[in-house]
């Protein structure tokens, strides 16, 4: 039969035996636990689809196909990328971008201010109907059609107006042309468009562009230059033009109480005096060589081209 101090000395060593099953489950289930979470297949990063929306937004990828054409993919956010797309969205090419450019073609050598002695142009040569030989440099009429249109580049305020070209095509052909014309867009810088009897002489119509070059030449020419004062001219306002010079204008000049004034050229191939300042007056020209000629006693009579004795030397 137990004392009272076995019967406590029991029930202490049941409660021990309790505690340690007790520790020992929770230590199996931790362990347990762990091994199911390192078992293959389990990804210990997965996180609750909530967590991570998907964009549903799409992008367009541009590319370059086979034949060098763009061609535009679209693929959505978290899908697979389509074999062969780009798989960036800037708008800025990148240093192995492959994507066809517009091409560019350079200049011609010609631009403007480059009517001097001694340069030698590229461009084309084109055919245009001449008519009478009248044109934008409104000299009027012209004695014979060995003639051309310049580029609105090289044309330059109508200082071109007058010059004598010598056209060389690639043949080995050349012409001497008098411009009288100005050839507007699309003529391209370097670009000269000849009468059709000019054009005839150095290649046949149908060929319609032509590589040159030229150059400014100073001919051997007869006759002296002429002034005319354009219509509405008077003291108050005038208009003057030199033709038949054999070098290219670079100003013009008129005598004022004041002096020397150079007149503004116009397209139309006129210096203008707007006040009326050295109308009627000497007139100073000056050819692109440097040289000066100095005309006197040139009444203002509108319209009429009234000659000089004066006439700028070959070079």
Same mark, same amino acid.
């Given at each position: 039969m137990n004392t009272p101090r076995q019967a406590a000395?029991?029930?202490?060593?049941?409660?021990?035996f309790m505690l340690g099953a007790t520790s020992a489950v929770i230590a199996v289930g931790v362990l347990a636990y762990l091994v199911m979470a390192l078992l293959p297949g389990r990804n210990a990063d997965a996180e609750p689809a909530a967590a991570t929306p998907l964009a549903t937004t799409q992008v367009k990828a541009t590319t370059a196909d086979e034949t060098g054409t763009p061609t535009t993919t679209a693929s959505q956010t978290g899908s697979p990328t389509p074999t062969g797309a780009a798989t960036t969205t800037s708008a800025r090419p990148s240093p192995t971008d492959t994507t066809p450019r517009p091409q560019r073609h350079p200049a011609t050598t010609s631009q403007a201010g480059r009517l001097e002695p001694n340069t030698s142009h590229q461009g084309v040569a084109t055919a245009y109907e001449a008519g009478n030989g009248d044109g934008a440099c409104l000299f009027g009429p012209s004695p014979d059609l060995m003639i051309a249109a310049m580029n609105t580049t090289d044309y330059e305020t109508s200082k071109a107006c007058g010059a004598y070209v010598l056209v060389r095509?690639?043949?080995?052909?050349?012409?001497?042309? =008098?411009i009288t014309n100005e050839c507007p867009l699309p003529c391209a810088p370097g670009q000269l468009d000849l009468s059709q009897q000019a054009f005839a002489k150095l290649a046949d119509l149908k060929v319609g562009r032509l590589p040159i070059t030229w150059s400014v030449v100073s001919p051997s020419i007869s006759g002296t230059i002429?002034? =005319?004062?354009?219509t509405g001219s008077s003291r108050y306002w005038c208009g003057i033009q030199a033709i038949d010079h054999r070098n290219p204008l670079d100003r013009l000049e008129v005598r004022t109480t004041g002096g020397w004034r150079q007149l503004p050229r116009t397209s139309y191939n006129y210096f203008v005096s707007a006040d009326g300042s050295g109308c009627g007056s000497a007139i100073r020209l000056t050819d692109i060589y440097g040289e000066q000629l100095t005309v006197n006693g040139i009444p203002v009579r509108p319209n009429v081209v009234q000659p000089t004795q004066v006439q700028f030397a070959r070079h």
């Open positions: 000395r029991q029930r202490r060593h049941r409660r021990t095509a690639a043949g080995g052909k050349s012409i001497t042309v =008098r002429s002034i =005319r004062y354009k």
